[in-house]
Nanobody, 126 residues
């Protein structure tokens, strides 16, 4: 079965950390850009980080830059998102997605993404 599996979400206090995983099954991530997105109820899904398939160049929006780190391990067919210094406004459902090699260069149009994870809830609250 071809799918992406998100995991690692949970409840964390402000200032805490979480590490999300995005494992591919049934296909290889080798030639896909990987993006992380998040969505809160009533708002559109927004992208905030991306990593290229070839040289591992990473991209971040200002809202997460310096706090989140995207990475990938092609040998494990998995991508990761390390989230540090979490804030209440980071609360959302987080999704990973795989897209064409040029996806990270933007614009991050959701229709271009081929595979999506099922989402994992991240809640930042004291």
């Amino acid at each position: 079965q071809v799918q992406l599996i998100d995991s690692g979400g949970g409840l964390v206090q402000p200032g805490g950390s979480l590490r999300l995983s995005c494992q591919a099954s049934g296909f290889s991530l080798d030639y896909y850009a990987i993006g992380w997105f998040r969505q809160v109820p009533g708002k559109e899904r927004e992208g905030f980080s991306c990593i290229r398939h070839d040289d591992g160049t990473t991209y971040y929006t200002d809202s997460v830059k310096g706090r989140f780190t995207i990475s990938r391990d092609n040998a494990e067919n998995t991508a990761y998102l390390q989230m540090n210094n979490l804030k209440p406004e980071d609360t959302a459902v987080y999704y990973c997605a795989a897209g064409p090699p040029d996806f990270c260069s933007g614009p991050w149009e959701l229709w271009r993404l081929r595979y999506w994870g099922q989402g994992t809830q991240v809640t930042v609250s004291s």
